[in-house]
């Protein structure tokens, strides 16, 4: 059965306004209403209301809102008179709410039933809830129940939406598939950008360090016109600073550099040339090993593309370097929890394929 709306308007309520239009709904309730109110409120009540005088001029006016619950259709019609729905209401009609705001043209209505669903989206009802979005030309509420299926879709695949979806609508089947290949490709993309950062960072870092060895000295290693002090107190970038102390110390006494067949000289011969690009410092004053000759060097450069490599290699850890001047507390939270060794391997493997 259905109830009779306690606070719809009727002819003794409101005497200002004759009730000239009657609403039939799908239980047969009948729901009086004021044909101004109801065409001021949407166009297409309008047509209905107008079609319904043409044919019935000398019997009881009438539309039908077919396909919902009586109640559904009572909350709608009060939304009509005071613009507002309740919470109770939209967890009860949300659905019913969204589709009549949609076929009778209220968008505030569909703004306060999409908002209340996306709300409510669970498991369990989130395929449901996109078809309904899909035929309702709701985006928002269609972005967020894709998303919750990307998210979940494990536990999505067991529900009985997506069996009924699979047997019953196998467009919208590829169309979430879809969806979530290309979110997957963009959290890939987003993770290779951001450890190129990370990369990029860690390379300015260690320019940072290896100026600072070479100028004033560190824990083991320090400018070759002076002996390294033993009471010097480990700086404030030692993860970096140690493994390129350790990496100075290899590339001054190994044997195999002449020859070109250590791969770690090679990574640190990269580091001093890669310095070289940024440094600003007049040749005289630069204590940076090699500093001199590789700016010398580049002059000479013929190989058009090794030089435009360098080049963007150049630009970013600048880049960096300048955004790492900048108050970025969790980055460098971030930084700081990558294991040491792994950090400087990282860097000169990345250092090696960028060049």
Known sequence: ???????????????TLETTLT????????????AKILAAASEVL????????????NSENTIRILGVPCGAVEVFVRFI????????????????LLALSHVYSLPQLKTRCTKGLIERLTIENVVDVLQLARLCDAPDLYLKCMKLIANRFKSVEHTEGWKFLQNNDPFLELEILKFIDEIELRRKSTRKHLQEQSLYFQLSEAMDCLQHICTEGCTSVGPYDKKPSKKIAPCSKYSTCEGLQHSIRHFASCKKRVGGGCVRCKRMWQLFKLHSCICELPDST??????????????LVKNKKEEARWEQLVTKVVAA?????????KRKFEQEQQPRSLVHKTMNHYVSVAC
């Not at 630069?286 to 002059?299: D, G, M, N, S």
């Open 46 to 57: 309008e047509n209905m209301i107008d079609e319904s005088f043409r044919k019935n001029r």
């Open 23 to 34: 609403i039939i709904t799908s239980g047969g309730r009948r729901i009086p209403a004021h």
């Open 81 to 96: 008179y005071c613009n507002r729905c309740t919470e109770e209401e939209i967890e009860e009609f949300g659905i019913h």
């Open 1 to 15: 059965m259905c109830r009779r709306p306690s606070s719809l308007p009727d002819q003794e309520s409101d005497n």
């Open 321 to 329: 370097k300048a955004i790492s001047s900048l108050p970025l507390p």
């Open 286 to 299: 630069c204590k940076v090993p090699l500093c001199r000759r590789f700016k010398t060097k580049e002059q």
